[in-house]
């Protein structure tokens, strides 16, 4: 850390994918399609989950919650990307900073979370499947999401709060488009050591911990359908069942796995900005058409809910001809 003057600022500067003005509307227009996108089509998912009772079972009421986490999870960093380059500024407050953080880092593990309580649900679907209702009962699917909740709140607690306990340069500069931890660390006066082991003791725990969590399920998923399952048209039942969450564990950690390498390869914190697209961005954009493209209860509950919506228009309007 190079020597500078030890001062209580007030707000960093969001340098963002490139200070060239001629961008900026390309950048605006795109990202701002791509936020709606996934706002619109997570919400489609927890709306076709709450409304219709053939997806009242515990995959159904996972995905509800994993589509609510991806809606926090851009709306996070997105609008405020946004609304810099809308106005022209680059400035993000202090207390704006950390609670972009603690969020950030909230949805982003409780992403995790989410997704190794789905493996486990799909592993008890295929390798139990007639004590499936009497494991997966309601209280522990509530259960399982209230402790995930839980505890994805104490961990982002935790490192916002050493957070606070840092100094900072009068170099505010964020190579990125929203506040990143490791990229804040970097930026303070201060002794980081804390900070930094806390943060990558945090990063293998609750991203090495779920991903053992989810291979163990499929592992013990393959060896069930080659040992237990005889009929070609049952392993491909099986397995098709776990392909879109297979994808977009596939996904998240390789777009994690991207970020990592960019930043530590290349050095370049502009590089790990584009990289960061891809989990922040692209995957929870993604995630509604993977789960719905091949899920046919998907496509049916979507089916009922727009001819439900013609029959209730066309009794509006009968009452309306017909006072």
Known sequence: MEPHNDTQ??????????EEPELQPLIFGL???????????????????????????????????LSFVDICFTSTTIPKMLWNIKTQSKVITYEGCITQIYFFILSAVLDIFLLTVMAYDR???ICHPLYYTVIMNPRLCVLLVLVSWVVCMLNSLLQSLMLLQLSFC??????????????????????TFLNNMVMYFASV????????????????????????????????????TCV????VVFLYYCSSLGVYLSSTGTHSSHSSATASVMYTVVTPMLNPFIYSLRNKDIKSALKRFFQMAVIKRKIVLDLKNHP
């Open 31 to 65: 990202f701002l399609s791509m936020y709606l996108i996934t706002v619109f089509g997570n919400l489609v998912i927890i709306l076709l989950v709450s409304s219709d009772s053939h997806l009242h079972t515990p995959m159904y009421f996972f995905l509800s919650n």
């Open 9 to 18: 600022i007030s707000e960093f500067l969001l340098l963002g994918f490139s």
């Open 170 to 191: 009068t170099d505010v500069k964020i190579p990125h488009f929203f506040c990143d931890l490791s990229q804040i660390i970097q930026l303070a006066c201060s002794d």
């Open 205 to 240: 725990l609750w991203g090495g911990g779920p991903l053992a969590g989810i291979l163990y399920s499929y592992s013990k998923i393959i060896l069930f359908s080659i040992h237990r399952i005889s009929s070609p048209q049952g392993k491909y039942k099986a397995f098709s």
């Open 244 to 247: 879109s969450h297979l994808s």
């Open 123 to 125: 592993f008890v679907a």
